[in-house]
C-alpha cells in the first residue's frame, strides 16, 4: 500500500471518533492512552519516512486524530472504547504499512 494511502485511513479514524475539539496549541500533548499515544507516535515516525510534499498532510490528519482522541479520552464512555479502538488501529496499520518499512 502506498504510504500516501495513509492520509484517508487517518482520516477514516478521526471520524470514526465522534469528538473533534480545535486545539492546535495542544496537539502535540498525548492522549492518555496509552495504545493511542503508542500508535500515533509510530505513525509519526511512518510518516517521518514518506515523500516531503506528502508529510503536511499526513501530519495534519494526525494533529487531527490526536485532538479527537484527547476529547474523547475526556468522557468516560468514550474513553474506554479508546485502548480498543487504537489497538485495532494499531494492527490494521501494522499490516499495511510493513512494506513501507514503517513498525507498529
Excluded: Y
Excluded at 11 to 34: K, R
Excluded at 83 to 103: I, R, W
Amino acid at each position: 500500500m502506498p504510504i500516501k494511502k495513509l492520509v484517508p485511513l487517518a482520516l477514516a479514524a478521526v471520524l470514526a471518533v465522534p469528538f473533534l475539539a480545535p486545539a492546535a496549541h495542544a496537539a502535540e500533548e498525548p492522549v492518555g492512552v496509552a495504545e493511542c499515544d503508542t500508535f500515533i507516535r509510530n505513525l509519526e515516525a511512518c510518516i517521518a519516512k514518506a515523500p516531503a510534499d506528502q508529510r503536511a498532510q499526513m501530519t495534519g490528519s494526525i494533529t487531527q486524530m490526536r485532538s479527537a482522541w484527547r476529547q474523547a479520552a475526556r468522557n468516560p464512555q468514550s474513553r474506554a472504547a479508546l485502548p480498543q479502538q487504537c489497538s485495532m488501529m494499531t494492527q490494521q496499520m501494522k499490516q499495511q504499512m510493513a512494506a513501507q518499512g514503517c513498525e507498529f
